[in-house]
């Protein structure tokens, strides 16, 4: 509640509590990277919003190393690095890697399945393949018809 009412500090704050409180629980750590890498779009510092991206990645690692093959954390990791090279103009196929491996967890929810369709086709697009990328933003939409961020996607 705190990150959608746009206390990013908030977000944080509870999250590093919860992740404290429950050591062994992989979910509050992807909590907890979730809500640093919400934080960090509010940051005008690059070394600041660079603290909350390594902090971020501390935590994924945490949770895979709780479950190797936790869904959302490869989810999370995947997300980064394709957005890092869509970005920089790098290639993304090691992003698209962990969202393969991501897709393989069955509990992930719809939302999660409509995020690694819809990074899927970042990746597509951060290539040139306009077709594959709109591809991708439908399977999103298809999956989770609530998505927006794939719905702006097909918009522009």
Request: hydrophobic share 45%; aromatic share 6%; glycine share 10%.
């Amino acid at each position: 509640q705190r990150f959608e009412g746009g206390d990013s500090a908030g977000a944080v704050t509870l999250a590093e509590a919860a992740s404290a409180r429950f050591p062994d629980d992989p979910a509050a750590h992807v909590d907890l990277a979730r809500a640093l890498i919400a934080a960090s779009r509010g940051i005008a510092s690059v070394l600041e919003k660079g603290d909350c991206f390594q902090a971020a990645r501390a935590a994924l690692a945490k949770a895979l190393d709780l479950r190797p093959g936790y869904g959302p954390a490869l989810l999370q990791q995947g997300q980064f690095l394709v957005m890092m090279a869509f970005r920089n103009g790098d290639d993304p196929t090691a992003g698209e890697t962990l969202l393969n491996q991501a897709s393989a967890d069955p509990g992930l929810s719809a939302r999660e399945r409509a995020e690694i369709a819809f990074y899927r086709a970042i990746a597509a697009r951060t290539r040139g393949d306009e077709t594959g990328a709109r591809h991708g933003f439908s399977q999103a939409l298809s999956t989770d018809p609530s998505f927006k961020p794939a719905l702006l996607a097909q918009l522009g």
